[in-house]
């Protein structure tokens, strides 16, 4: 695979999506949950999505249980509780597994584009976030402890 766009995703209610669909567009990955100590970073993910989505950037929230089950709704409460507590706009997707054997493809991909601290391939955390550039190669890998509007200055650099 060369590229972000190779990848096919499921959307919440299961129907395949294209990551081509984003050709051309900066794209924000992150693996999200509803009941962590960082699940407020949503009002800060949304607001990067509102103020830079029309130059380009698309955010995409990929529900993961997988740390301390802080996930455990299914595509129906996890939509709900994104968009009644956050008023989330940008594409939230099909809960994945982001680590194991049964890791989604496109989060394997990202973690051997873009390795963590010492070369670590294994996410840590929910809320690790992946900068993807508009030819769809990634260009950041950002902690969960990272704060989204920290992410501006990486984000306008590719606009």
């Known amino acids: 695979m060369s590229g972000i766009g190779d990848f ?3 959307a919440a209610d299961g129907t395949p999506v294209a990551m081509a669909a984003y050709a051309g567009r900066v794209l924000l990955v992150v693996n999200t949950a509803s009941k962590c100590g960082f699940t407020p970073q949503y009002d800060g993910l949304e607001a990067l999505h509102r103020r830079y989505a029309a130059q380009g950037l698309t955010v995409m929230g990929f529900p993961c249980n997988q740390f301390g089950a802080q996930e455990p709704g299914d595509a129906a409460e996890i939509a709900n509780f994104c968009s009644l507590t956050y008023d989330v706009t940008f594409p ?3 809960k994945v597994e982001v680590n194991g054997d049964g890791a989604d493809p496109l ?3 990202l973690k051997r584009e873009a390795p963590g601290l ?3 391939k294994a ?5 690790t976030k992946f900068l993807v550039d508009r030819s769809g190669k990634v ?3 950002y902690a969960p402890t990272t704060k989204p509007e920290d992410l501006a200055r990486d984000i306008e650099g590719l606009l």
Do not use: S
């Open 92 to 94: 939230v997707m099909a």
């Open 139 to 141: 260009v950041g890998r």
């Open 107 to 109: 989060f394997g991909w």
């Open 8 to 10: 096919t995703v499921r």
């Open 118 to 120: 010492l070369g670590t």
């Open 123 to 127: 996410i840590k955390w929910n809320f």
